[in-house]
């Protein structure tokens, strides 16, 4: 279990503070009961014996989820966009619902399409697939599914894997530099005009050059439907701003946080370890929040603690789990062990499950994003072959 201190100066002194499990167990005994299920969402982690809301939850609610929350999110921003003024200060939390789902729909609905696990039928599995990432403008089913399916978990954090050569060759965060040389290609990767470009090139490529015939007619019809919205609305302003904004750099972002920090990347087989204890060793699980205040704080420094502590889960793990750790990501580690799981709907429970079998299980990575970001970076430490070019490495399954 890692070991990760946290950073308000309130956290309790005792010992394994930031244990996950523990964690997790005195959130329970502590915070209100009808918070329970809000909890296990942000942190990706239920307490001991917790069961999820919804046992048996089916398929379809997954894409309604999303669809709403999308949904909810145009509407916002156009609106606010329409209204101008005071109004633009409420437009971060209209795109962080637009990413949200936009992000959903390609981590959870497209991923679990392209395994095959979506709906239990293969033909409405790659329909979905299909739809969602051409109203996305995404890769497609096939290209999705060779990149992942065929290579991202079979050979996990080799030279082939698209999720790493994207990491290595187009971000440049590469194994053998300096922490802070790699922090610092992150946040230029994140600003940089060049990679979001080529981002969209490839996204463009997926949907109107690599493709199957019927793709590319799919996505000429829906960008007819879109630009004749436009000249038909004349709310060529507020769809720029409500809609191609958060689904396109805001959506590279939010990619971008997740690659980095969804492996240990770097980390090279032993020479006295197994190939299954070497891939386990690249697995981790990602678990948002922070130790609760100690118990017997009183007066100034409690309401201090406390402040802190709220503030911290509204206004920073919340927007990370919403915008970048979405739907079952802080789980991805315990998703290799079994990508074809059939109990993906409820994830957060399920994949728990998969890590209690013999075996092994990734490592519980708990604190806040900063936090895991350092631990994942710290792990760069060993040099691994760089791949040659960056127009394939950019083709990676956004
Ligand atoms: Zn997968």
């Known amino acids: ?195 979001h470009a080529l981002l969209i090139i490839s996204r463009l490529k997926s949907n109107f050059v690599s493709c199957p015939i019927y793709r590319r007619l799919m996505s000429i019809a829906w960008l007819a439907v879109f630009i004749t919205g436009i000249v038909v609305s004349g709310k060529w302003v507020e769809l720029l701003y409500g809609c191609l904004v958060p689904v396109t750099v805001l959506y590279h972002a939010s990619a971008m946080c997740q690659f980095v920090t969804e492996h240990f990347w770097a980390n090279k087989r032993q020479s006295d370890q197994s190939g299954g204890g070497h891939y386990l060793s690249l697995l981790l699980n990602r678990h948002l929040g922070d130790p609760l205040p100690e118990k017997g704080i009183a007066g100034a420094k409690w309401l201090q603690c406390w402040v802190i502590w709220w503030a911290r889960l509204l206004f920073y793990h919340m927007p990370v789990r919403m915008g970048i750790l979405v739907a079952d990501l802080p789980v991805h580690g315990s998703h290799h062990l079994d990508p074809h799981d059939k109990g993906w709907t409820n994830a957060i429970y399920s994949h728990h499950n998969l890590a209690k079998r013999p075996g092994g299980h990734p490592v519980e990575v708990f604190g806040s994003f900063g936090a895991i970001f350092d631990r994942v970076m710290a792990s760069f430490a060993q040099p691994v072959q760089e791949e040659n070019g960056t127009e394939v490495a950019a083709s990676t399954s956004l």
């Open 1 to 195: 279990m890692e070991q990760i201190p946290a950073s308000a100066s309130c956290t309790p002194t005792k010992s394994n503070p930031s244990e996950v499990a523990a964690v997790r167990a005195e959130w329970k005994e502590r915070l209100p009961n009808w918070l329970q299920p809000l909890l296990t969402w942000l942190m990706g982690f239920p307490y001991s014996g917790q069961e999820p809301i919804f046992p048996d939850k089916p398929w379809w609610i997954s894409v309604v989820i999303p669809t709403f929350v999308l949904t909810s999110g145009v509407t916002m921003a156009m609106a606010i966009v329409n209204h101008g003024g005071i109004a633009w200060a409420a437009i971060p939390i209209a795109w962080l619902l637009i990413v949200n789902a936009a992000r959903t729909f390609q981590v959870h609905v497209c991923h679990q399409g392209i395994h095959g696990n979506f709906s239990g039928n293969q033909t409405v599995d790659r329909a979905a697939v299909e739809v969602v990432s051409t109203v996305l403008m995404v890769q497609g089913y096939d290209e999705y599914h060779d990149g992942h399916d065929d290579i991202h978990h079979p050979k996990l954090a080799s030279d082939e894997d698209p999720d790493l050569k994207f990491t290595v060759n187009v971000m440049k965060i590469k194994p053998g530099n300096p922490e802070s040389v790699n922090k610092r290609k992150f946040l230029l990767s994140i600003v940089s005009p060049r990679i």
